[in-house]
């Protein structure tokens, strides 16, 4: 028998009281169309668990100096709701697999956490002030990946880990 977390929490679609929702948080537009059509198409995918969406803010003109991090920063904290949890995609942050992540779904929404906000910096990082406020850092992978595509990651392992949490065939 495989050891799979327990789906303690309905699909969204027969009990839309109790999904929490996930917001992902990032500067710039997805470039590649390619990668914005994976973006579209797992967003559609979780909508089936989980209240889900993307704040696409506006990216600093600045570039790489601390500025444009800073500007770019203060853009993100002030779209940072409060009492949401705030998780960063950061190198240095926790990393999990698959079934980890879904536990860790699981473990937020038994707290009444209402919202996860996932915030992916820019090619440049995030400024001391973003990074100051998260509680959670997430590490999906010690392979550089490039920003855009760690959006379309991180969006498919949350809907990966869903599916887990639902005991669906997709994780196999």
Known sequence: MENRPVCLVPPRSLHPLL?????FIWTGKTKDARLRALIEEYLKRLAR????????????RAGK???GIEKDGKRISDGLHSGALTVLLDVGGQEWSSTELAGELQRWERSGTKEVQIVIGGPNGVSNEVAAKTKVRWCLS?????????????IEQIYRAYTIVNG?????
């Open 49 to 60: 668990f989980v209240r889900c969406d993307v704040s696409e803010l506006r990216e600093s």
């Open 19 to 23: 999904a929490m929702r996930i917001r």
């Open 168 to 172: 669906l065939p997709y994780q196999k």
């Open 142 to 154: 010690r392979l550089t990946l490039t920003h855009e595509m760690a959006r379309v990651i991180a």
């Open 65 to 67: 100096d601390r500025a």
